[in-house]
Structures are given as C-alpha cells and as structure tokens.
C-alpha cells in the first residue's frame, strides 16, 4: 500500500506533544515496516534533520500557506498526487474534501466540551482559540467520513463514543501513547552539570511543565507551591519551561503572591532529549492537569525515577495506574499537602519511584507502532 502521513510541523524547532507522538510513529514504523510505501507531508522549517529518509519512506516537503489552507488543500492535492491509498492526519483534523480513506488520530476533544469551555471562560492566547474554533469546526466532519479514529485513552475513547453517539462503533479505537528510551534515570555527573548549567537549574527544585493552555492548571499549581513554601519555609525552587515572565507575573499578582518569581526558574524552551537530566535531578514532577486525554510527561517523570503528582481527573489515573501521587486538581491545598508528604516521607517516595519506574515499561512507542500499523493493515483489506 501506498499510505500517506500528516505530519505538518515536525520540522519546526518547537515541538510539543502531538508533534512528538506524530514523530515516534514515523520513526517506529520505518524499524517495523518494510513492505509499504510511506509518503509523510512536512511543512518546511529549520529542523529538517530530525527526519531521515528511508527505502520506503519519502519526506515531501509541502508549501500552502497558513495551516487550514495546508490542510485542507494541499495536503489532500499531494496526496492524491502520490498516489497515496490511506491517508493518516496525526493531529484532531483532517481535510474533509478528499477521496482518500482517512484514518484520524483524534488526541481529545476537550475544545468540544461546555464543562472545560466554562473552565476556560474565554481564556487562552488567539492562537490558541482560534485552533479550538477551527477543531470545532473539523472535527465532527471528519469523524463522519473517517475509516478509523485513533485515541490515546479508554477515557477518552468512551468521551468521544458518549460526545458523537459512537458507543461501540468499530471505527474508534484506542492505542496508548509510549516512552522514548532515552527517557530513563541520568547519573552520569559530566551530563547532569551540563544540563544544569545550560538551563541555570537551581540546586533543589520541583518540575512543573505549565503553559499558557487553561488545562496545565497552572494557577493553580503555583498556589499550591507558594503555600508549601509558606508551610514548609523549604528551600526547594520551582522550574518551568517555556513559559512567558509577563504572563507569569499577573498570575502570582492574581495568587496574591507576586515575589514568588524569585523561587521561579523559567528554562525557555528545552530540547526533548535534555529532559531527562532535568527529570532527573528534580524533588517531585508536578503534572495537576484539569483535563487530558493521555499526558506523556508522566511518564517521561516516572522511566527517570522520579515521584510524580498528577490529578484523579480524566485519563491520568488510567496512564499513571498505582504509580501517581492523584490528588483533586481544583483543589490547590491537595496538592500542596501531596507536596509536604512526598518531601517530608522518605520511604513514601522511595515507593512512588519504584512504582513509577514500573509503570513506565508498560509503554513503547514501538508497541504503539505495531498497533498503528494493524491499523493501516486493517483498512487496506477494505480498499479492493
């Protein structure tokens, strides 16, 4: 078969999840699959090396302009171009004029829910609501025409079967995310100084992946820490990555804490294979979401050997099974005594650590490839 793959942004410089995921499949499924061709459909950016070209596998760099008009129209005219027979999107949406027999990676749906869009009341940068508006636009088409619908979750498959009336459909399926291997504990001193130093990371700290996207819940979290601090009188420093100082400051006026910023280290952007020795040198990794359909970065945490507090809410009970501190994310004084626990209870982190270590082997990225690609397989017996 010949099978075509969305990944639009893998070539820019700032990567996030969804960017990730897109990136292991393709990379797993060059090891696995040798029989079919692949042709993956690249916007061109700066960061063209993080993707080789193989025997069966084509890059095809694609102009089009803003990313709507790429999507709905070039992507689709390139494909058709290539002769592609299944088309795999990567991302929540698709183009809904096309031919070609769809498979979808629906992540979540969080943008279609009235609860989280309450939550929201509004916020987030345009950006941010303008990809919610067009999802929202998309995404129901695009399940209509799809041949399969791929989730990360059992929670978020049974949202998506209770939100469009699926319940039991054979099109939706489920495939967990994986861990890369190289996400694992650093104890080589020449690479934690390194890292260290690269990222001016304080000498005790608690990691917390926040971001401007409502759901990190990240108001919240710098409540819990500034009351752990006010609690505690400990020395251990918060690092966040790439995340705005201005916007940082009216969240710490809004806590009634604004001179918090000076237990803040905010990294700027980190490249993905330097996350390990940041994991790894941390006290506790913070991931309180309100909502998500999977959360990696648990994960991530755990394969490094490091206590994670993560939230009872949505798919992270799922992911993080017996191996997370779940604590209610709405309500910052959880999290806060989750915090003086783990810190103050030596054996109780030993036990997160193991636990989490443990979890963490039972996903792969290679497995989530096989899945995927019996997948691929499946829809091509419908072709003829």
């Known amino acids: 078969m010949k099978i075509g793959i969305e990944g639009q942004r893998l070539f820019r410089s700032k990567k996030h999840g969804m960017d990730m995921v ?12 040798l029989a079919n061709e692949y042709f993956v459909f690249i916007k061109p950016d700066e960061d063209d090396g993080v ?23 070039a992507l689709p005219r390139a494909a058709l171009e ?14 809904v004029k096309t031919s070609i ?3 979808v990676t629906l992540h979540d749906i969080i943008y279609m829910e009235s609860g989280y869009l309450k939550i929201l009341n509004g916020s987030g940068t345009p950006y941010q609501k303008f990809g919610n508006a067009y999802r929202r636009l998309i995404v129901p088409q695009v399940i209509k025409k799809s041949r399969k619908i791929i989730t990360v979750s059992h929670f978020e498959k049974n949202r998506i079967g209770e939100f469009f009336g699926m319940k039991g459909d054979p099109r939706l399926t489920a495939v967990y995310n994986g861990v890369s291997e190289y996400f694992k504990p650093v104890a080589d001193k020449e690479t934690l100084l390194k890292v260290r130093q690269k990222y001016h990371l304080p000498d005790r700290y608690f990691f917390f992946l926040g971001n401007t996207d409502p759901k990190k819940n990240t108001q919240g979290t710098l409540k819990a ?12 420093n918060l690092v966040m ?9 009216k969240i710490l006026a809004e806590i009634g804490d604004p001179s918090l910023i000076n237990r803040i280290v905010l990294t700027g952007y980190v490249v993905n294979t330097d996350l390990p020795a940041i994991y790894s040198q941390c006290e506790v990794f913070l991931y309180p979401s309100l909502r998500e359909s999977f959360g990696i970065p648990m994960l991530e945490a755990m394969a490094c050997g490091v ?5 009872n809410t949505s798919s992270m009970p799922e992911v993080s099974g017996n191996a997370g501190y779940l604590i209610d994310p709405f309500k ?3 999290i806060t005594s989750a915090l003086v626990e783990i810190t103050g209870n030596p054996e109780l982190k030993t036990q997160l650590i193991s636990k989490g270590l443990e979890q963490a082997q039972k996903f792969s990225w290679k497995a989530m490839a096989e899945n995927v690609l019996g997948i691929y397989r499946e829809v091509g017996t419908t072709l003829h």
């Open 332 to 334: 910052p004084a959880e």
């Open 307 to 311: 206590p994670v507090i993560t939230s």
């Open 225 to 236: 820490y500034s009351d752990f601090l006010k609690q505690t009188g400990s020395d251990i």
């Open 82 to 95: 290539n002769g592609c027979q299944i088309l795999h999107c990567t991302s929540n949406t698709a183009p």
């Open 51 to 73: 993707l080789r070209e193989t025997g069966n596998f084509h890059i095809v760099k694609l102009e089009g302009g803003f990313y709507p008009l790429w999507e709905q129209v």
């Open 241 to 249: 990555l790439d995340y705005d100082k201005v916007e940082l400051d």
């Open 22 to 33: 897109a990136l292991e499949l393709i990379r797993n499924l060059q090891k696995i699959d």
């Open 101 to 103: 027999p769809l498979v």
